[in-house]
């Protein structure tokens, strides 16, 4: 159980495009879902909170702008990175709290984003 | 600010030889304290949560133990598979968000 998917696993754009990564969990609901990034050999940098049903809350220097954060359902959160740029290229993970098991964060299996 | 030490930064082990890794925090009260394993290019795996100090948790190989400053994560008798990057994580009260430590990187050679 606590299976969190993300699609798609890896894309590349162009600079200027924008990508939408989805959050799904697929066997219990999630009314807080995390968005992270990671660069290489790094930790785990919180970018936004996101409840369903309400805005994200960002983490300190992160673009509301540039990271646009959806959660329309109790099984879903979005990301879309707006006009891309090549400084975006990196690794976007999110989790799920279990609802009743609120400490709990399950993570996807993330994203690799490349931008040209 | 919630603070998350993690130490060492690698550890190279021989398949057998057991270890301890570390994780210091500092936290305004904690919630719960966190470990997941992370594979290269993959999400954190879940791993265990320790709620308070004297709590032990055990999965496999693989111990946790907490303290009111530090966790440690034993790992017993290694085996090639256990190498990956295991994360420790703080979680305050009344607040979902984790803090993360940078992580060790376990490599366990046959």
């Known amino acids: 159980g606590a299976v969190v998917s993300q699609h798609p696993s890896r894309v590349i754009c162009k600079s200027g495009t924008s990508v939408k990564i989805e959050c799904r969990s697929l066997?219990?609901?999630?009314?807080?879902m995390f968005w992270y990034r990671q660069f290489p050999k790094k930790s785990l940098m919180l970018m936004a909170t996101?409840?369903?049903?309400?805005?994200?809350?960002?983490e300190q220097g992160v673009e509301k702008d540039k990271f646009l954060i959806n959660h329309a359902s109790l099984t879903l959160s979005t990301l879309t990175v707006t006009s891309a740029h090549p400084e975006d290229s990196s690794f976007y993970i999110c989790?799920?709290?279990?609802?009743?098991?609120?400490?709990?964060?399950?993570f996807g299996p993330g994203t690799r984003l490349t931008v040209l | 600010e919630d603070q998350v030490t993690q130490s060492p930064e690698a550890l190279r082990l021989q398949e057998g030889e057991s270890s301890s890794l570390n994780c210091s925090y500092t936290v305004s009260g904690l919630r719960g304290l966190f470990w997941y394993r992370q594979d290269p290019g993959k999400g954190p795996e879940f791993l265990f949560t320790?709620?308070?100090a004297g709590e032990e948790k055990e999965k496999e190989r693989l111990k946790a133990t907490l303290t009111k400053k530090e966790s440690f994560l034993h790992i017993t008798a290694p085996k090639p598979e256990d190498s990956a990057t295991y994360l420790c994580?703080?979680?305050?009260?009344?607040?979902?968000?984790?803090?993360f430590g940078a992580g060790t990187t376990v490599t366990v050679r046959a």
């Open positions: 989790s799920a709290a279990l609802s009743g098991r609120g400490n709990e964060q399950f």
């Open positions: 066997d219990f609901q999630a009314t807080t």
């Open positions: 320790l709620y308070s």
């Open positions: 996101s409840n369903e049903g309400s805005k994200a809350t960002y």
């Open positions: 994580a703080v979680q305050a009260p009344n607040d979902y968000k984790l803090s």
